[in-house]
Each structure stands twice: as C-alpha cells, then as structure tokens.
C-alpha cells in the first residue's frame, strides 16, 4: 500500500529566504508525482507534474526534484514571499492504482 | 472561466437528510474524480470515472453515489447524512493516457464544497 508522508507539517521562514519542502512514499512504482499548493478554504492549484523517467521540474521560483529509487522528492522555493504562504501537497500517481495518493501537506508561512 | 466548478460552496442539513453536489469541468478531460478532505486536512479519493465509467470506488459506504450523466459532469447524491460525514468535499478532472491502465495526468481542484451535517 502506497503511503506519502510529508516532513515537516509546518515551516514558517523570513521572506527571501530560499527553503525545501520534502516528500516521501513507500513504494517506488509510480507514474508520477505531483506537487500542489491550497490556500484557505481553496481548491487545490497544481504546481508541478513530475514523470516517473525524470529528475526535476522547474517553474518560475520552484522547483521540484525527484528521486524514485529512494522514494524522496523535494520542492525547492527560491527567494520566498509572503504571497507563497499556503500548504503544500504531494501525491503520487501508484502504478495500476489509477489514483493519487496524497501526503498530508506542509503548512508554509513566509513572514515579511 | 472557471476549468472545474462545484455547487454549492457550503452545504448545512441536518442528520439523515439527503443532499447532492454538482460538479462541471469545461477542460474536455475524459476523467473526472470525487476527494474528502477531512478536519486534518487530509485529502482521500473517494471515486473516479473514465468517459462515464466507473473506475474507482474507494471502499466508500454506500449511501454515497455519483453519477455521471456526460464527461463533462460527476455529481455527488448522499444519503442519510451522518455526522461524520462533514468534510470539504473536491471534484477534480484529468487528461489521462489508456484508461484502464495508463498514467494519471496533471489533476485540476475544483474551489470545494464545505459540508456541515448537524
């Protein structure tokens, strides 16, 4: 059974500062993982896809990297602002689960 | 435009009333899904449908049924609302390659729906 365990559940950092978030799963067949951010009482907004056969994303301050045998992937946020404060999710796509399964989020907190 | 919506935005019954939640994605996906996201936060598939078929049902009780009169719509009937049953509860859609067996792609939230059973 596919687990995805996100460390820590909560980070609050000074604006500008660069930071990592990290994502963990138990099982290393996936198609691929993505990364998500929710602000409160929001939907979820999509960040990064990354693919099973990759080893990063990059879009705009974030990027993503991926490690499938180690079952680690990590978001990388450049020069934060507090306009990036919001929990960050990760989910992996199971191979023949045909489904996301989701950590439980980092709660970010970007202080001016 | 909105890609994925949901209505309504808050749902308040009572104990063991009946309610359903509407769903529409005008992004042309041809999956579409139902999560709850519980008082912790954490967010669990619930269903999924391929071109109106269903695909996946979590081990959910029965008094939950979606149905999906198009590709473009999955709505949530609940019956018999039970306390527990009070979460935010989020359609999303995806473009996903050979269904039955094929990846998921990049999933698209809908803004929820914050039930409260009374």
């Known amino acids: 059974k596919q687990e995805v365990t996100q460390i820590p559940a909560a980070l609050s950092v000074p604006e500008g500062e660069n930071l990592v978030l990290n994502c963990s799963f138990t099982?290393?067949?996936?198609?691929?993982l993505q990364w998500f951010r929710q602000d409160p009482g929001k939907g979820l907004t999509s960040l990064l896809l990354i693919q099973s056969s990759q080893r990063e994303q990059t879009s705009g301050r974030l990027n993503a990297s991926l490690d499938k045998s180690s079952g680690r992937s990590t978001l990388y946020i450049a020069a934060s602002q507090p306009g990036d404060s919001a929990t960050y999710l990760c989910?992996?796509?199971?191979?023949?689960?045909?489904?996301?399964?989701f950590g439980q989020g980092t709660r970010l907190t970007i202080n001016p | 435009d909105t890609a994925v919506s949901q209505t309504p935005k808050y749902l308040v019954t009572q104990m063991g009333n009946d309610k359903s939640i509407k769903c529409e994605q005008n992004?042309?996906?041809?999956?579409m899904y139902w999560y709850k996201q519980d008082s912790k936060k954490f967010l669990k598939i619930m269903f999924s449908y391929n071109n109106k078929e269903l695909i996946i049902n979590e081990t959910v009780p029965n008094r939950f049924s979606p149905k999906s009169p198009d590709k473009a719509h999955l709505n949530l009937h609940i019956n018999s609302l039970e306390l527990g049953d009070s979460a935010v509860y989020f359609c999303?859609?995806?473009?996903?390659?050979?269904?039955?067996?094929?990846?998921?792609?990049?999933?698209?939230f809908g803004p929820g729906t914050r039930l409260t059973v009374l």
């Open positions: 992004l042309g996906h041809d999956t």
């Open positions: 999303a859609s995806s473009q996903d390659q050979g269904r039955p067996t094929g990846p998921i792609g990049t999933q698209y």
């Open positions: 989910a992996v796509a199971h191979q023949g689960a045909q489904k996301l399964v």
């Open positions: 099982d290393s067949a996936i198609y691929n």
